[in-house]
C-alpha cells in the first residue's frame, strides 16, 4: 500500500484519544472509530504511523493490531472473551510438573514455585500442582474468584491478557504480566522453562529459534500494549 498521509497527531475529547491522519480519524480494521483510552497508547501508535515508509509495511502495526482487535472483536462482547480465558487456569502450563524423581521437577520447583505462590497470593485464590498430564481440576472458589476478576477488565486490558494466556499457555502467566511491577522477561522465560529445558539437553535447530523469536515479540508487544493502555 502506498503512503495516502503526510501529517500524522493525536486528538482527544471526551476522555478519549484517536489518531488523525492529515486530519482524518483513524479508524480500524472493520471501520469503527479507533478510540483509544489515554494519550500514551496514542502518542505510541501515532509512531507507528510516523515510522512508515512507501510503501507501507502493515506488520510494523503491531499496537494498532492489538487496539482493533480490542474494539473490533472483544469490545462487543467481553464477558465473552473473559469467558475464553478461563480455561487457561484449568490447564496452566505452571501447574503440570514432573514426576518427583525427575531432574526437571527440581528446576519446575525452582522456578515456577514462586511464581505459582505469588499469584496465589495476589489473587487470594489456591491453586492445584500435579505430577504428570492427568488432568486434575481447580478448585471452584479459585475459578469462581478468576470469572469475577476478568469480568471485571476492560477490552484493551483483555486484549493484551489474551495474547500473553495464549502464548504463555498460562492465565497466571498472562495475569502476574498485567502488573505494574512485572518482570516480563522473567515470566516469558518461565512460560518457555520446558522447551530450554530440552535444547539444553538435545540442542536448537533453527526453525525453532525462528518459531521462538516470533512468539517473544508477540508476548513482549502485548506486555507493552497493557502497559501503555494502563497509564
Same mark, same amino acid.
Given at each position: 500500500?502506498?503512503r495516502?498521509?503526510? /501529517?500524522?497527531?493525536?486528538?482527544? =475529547?471526551?476522555?478519549?484519544?484517536?489518531?488523525?491522519?492529515? =486530519?482524518?480519524?483513524?479508524?480500524?480494521?472493520?471501520?469503527?472509530?479507533?478510540?483509544?483510552?489515554?494519550?500514551?497508547?496514542?502518542?505510541?501508535? *501515532?509512531?507507528?504511523?510516523?515510522?512508515?515508509?512507501?510503501?507501507?509495511?502493515?506488520?510494523?502495526?503491531?499496537?494498532? /493490531?492489538?487496539?482493533?482487535? *480490542?474494539?473490533?472483536?472483544?469490545?462487543?462482547?467481553?464477558?465473552?472473551?473473559?469467558?475464553?480465558?478461563?480455561?487457561?487456569?484449568?490447564?496452566?502450563?505452571?501447574?503440570?510438573?514432573?514426576?518427583?524423581?525427575?531432574?526437571?521437577?527440581?528446576?519446575? %520447583?525452582?522456578?515456577? %514455585?514462586?511464581?505459582?505462590?505469588?499469584?496465589?497470593?495476589? %489473587? =487470594?485464590?489456591?491453586?492445584?500442582?500435579?505430577? =504428570?498430564?492427568?488432568?486434575?481440576?481447580?478448585?471452584?472458589?479459585?475459578?469462581?474468584?478468576?470469572?469475577?476478576?476478568? @469480568?471485571?477488565?476492560?477490552?484493551?486490558?483483555?486484549?493484551?491478557?489474551?495474547?500473553?494466556t495464549?502464548?504463555?499457555?498460562?492465565?497466571?502467566?498472562?495475569?502476574l504480566?498485567?502488573?505494574?511491577? @512485572?518482570?516480563? /522477561?522473567?515470566?516469558?522465560?518461565? @512460560?518457555?522453562?520446558?522447551?530450554?529445558w530440552?535444547?539444553?539437553?538435545?540442542?536448537?535447530d533453527?526453525?525453532?529459534? @525462528?518459531?521462538?523469536?516470533?512468539?517473544?515479540? /508477540?508476548?513482549?508487544?502485548?506486555? %507493552?500494549? *497493557?502497559?501503555?493502555?494502563?497509564?
Amino acid at each position: 500500500m502506498k503512503r495516502f498521509y503526510t /501529517d500524522v497527531s493525536v486528538n482527544s =475529547g471526551n476522555d478519549a484519544y484517536w489518531i488523525e491522519l492529515d =486530519g482524518r480519524p483513524v479508524k480500524t480494521a472493520l471501520g469503527n472509530r479507533q478510540m483509544l483510552p489515554n494519550r500514551a497508547l496514542a502518542e505510541d501508535m *501515532a509512531q507507528e504511523w510516523s515510522a512508515q515508509g512507501d510503501p507501507i509495511d502493515v506488520n510494523l502495526f503491531r499496537r494498532r /493490531d492489538l487496539a482493533d482487535y *480490542a474494539i473490533d472483536l472483544i469490545s462487543p462482547d467481553t464477558d465473552a472473551a473473559a469467558a475464553k480465558l478461563l480455561p487457561f487456569l484449568e490447564t496452566d502450563t505452571l501447574c503440570y510438573r514432573a514426576g518427583p524423581d525427575e531432574p526437571f521437577f527440581r528446576r519446575q %520447583e525452582e522456578i515456577w %514455585e514462586p511464581i505459582i505462590e505469588r499469584f496465589e497470593q495476589d %489473587e =487470594g485464590i489456591r491453586l492445584e500442582r500435579v505430577s =504428570g498430564i492427568v488432568h486434575r481440576p481447580q478448585p471452584d472458589a479459585s475459578l469462581a474468584k478468576m470469572r469475577e476478576r476478568l @469480568a471485571a477488565m476492560d477490552h484493551f486490558a483483555l486484549a493484551s491478557l489474551q495474547s500473553m494466556t495464549s502464548l504463555a499457555a498460562s492465565l497466571s502467566i498472562g495475569l502476574l504480566a498485567m502488573a505494574e511491577d @512485572a518482570d516480563a /522477561d522473567a515470566l516469558w522465560n518461565a @512460560a518457555n522453562l520446558e522447551e530450554d529445558w530440552q535444547i539444553e539437553q538435545w540442542g536448537e535447530d533453527s526453525e525453532a529459534q @525462528a518459531v521462538r523469536k516470533r512468539r517473544t515479540a /508477540d508476548f513482549m508487544n502485548a506486555f %507493552e500494549f *497493557a502497559r501503555l493502555a494502563r497509564a
